[in-house]
């Protein structure tokens, strides 16, 4: 399967101190003939600092990225390669490009991703939490709707969550992870790779209860698991019971069952078991 002239190359770009940029990214943005940006002042900038002689910016935000995407692929049926940066970090991840990508992919047209900057590595690495298995789910909705099945999501996934935030949403977002998924352990990162970064690390209880974080800048939420095996419904539990006390050898046997196999305390699970014999005298 032949692929058309030119490649689409993702850069990731400095998202703090610029010497975060890797030589590969500079080479290739040294060599590419268009480059697809945010905000052509700020990729101006950046290729000024590093004296590349700027080639021709083409602007992709996420006003204009479905109209525009299909146009800029467009220029590569000459043969010239196209290089993609965000205004900070790597294009695509909570930044537009994604709608060029699909249409770069559905046109058979090669695609070259580079490693580099982001933030939520580094805020993963750094946060103290469980590194192993984790999701990473960007922004918040805004929409009610939207926001509650996140949320619910989050609640029920057992190992770290990611999520970026802006300064002025954050504290509604703090609120709103304690509401809908219990107090857990939490690091706010501010402003990877900058000046000012910092690292909070304690429980959203105390985060909020204790509030005094400087609502500037770029934000990573880290939210851990749940510290305790969260209880199964009662009614998956009851059903369970029902279906075993005719048969079991004793109440406190049966109890140990369900306390082992849903996760519930014995006294709980006794309770239950105890219960269940009552309805049915």
Not at 61 to 83: F, P
Not at 85 to 102: E, F, H, K, W, Y
């Amino acid at each position: 399967m032949s692929l058309p002239a030119g490649c689409v190359y993702l850069v990731p770009v400095p998202i703090g101190n610029l010497g975060d940029i890797t030589l590969r990214a500079l080479e290739t943005l040294k060599a590419a003939r268009f480059i697809a940006c945010e905000d052509t002042r700020k990729t101006r900038f950046l290729l000024n600092h590093y004296q590349i002689k700027a080639p021709r910016l083409l602007s992709l935000h996420k006003y204009n990225e479905k109209r525009r995407s299909g146009e800029i692929l467009d220029l590569l049926s000459a043969g010239d390669d196209l290089a993609v940066v965000a205004d900070a970090g790597s294009p695509g991840i909570s930044d537009p490009a994604q709608i060029l990508i699909r249409e770069a992919v559905c046109r058979n047209i090669k695609i070259v991703p580079l490693p580099g900057a982001t933030a939520l590595i580094p805020a993963l690495t750094a946060s103290g939490l469980a590194g192993q298995a984790w999701q990473f789910l960007g922004f918040l909705p805004l929409k009610l709707k939207d926001r509650r099945s996140l949320l619910e999501r989050i609640r029920a996934y057992p190992d770290t969550t990611v999520l970026y935030e802006a300064p002025h949403r954050l504290k509604r977002t703090l609120e709103d992870l304690l509401e809908h998924c219990g107090n857990r352990p939490v690091c706010l990162a501010r402003e990877i790779s900058k000046l000012y970064e910092e690292f909070i690390r304690c429980d959203l209880a105390e985060l909020l209860a204790n509030y005094d974080v400087t609502e500037k800048g770029e934000f990573v939420i880290l939210v851990g698991g749940p510290t305790e095996v969260p209880e199964r419904a009662d009614a998956d539990v009851s059903a369970y019971i029902a279906a075993r006390i005719q048969t079991a050898t004793s109440l406190r046997s049966l109890a140990q069952d369900v306390a082992d196999r849903f996760a519930l305390s014995r006294n709980r699970a006794y309770q239950m078991v105890l219960a269940q014999r009552s309805d049915r005298k």
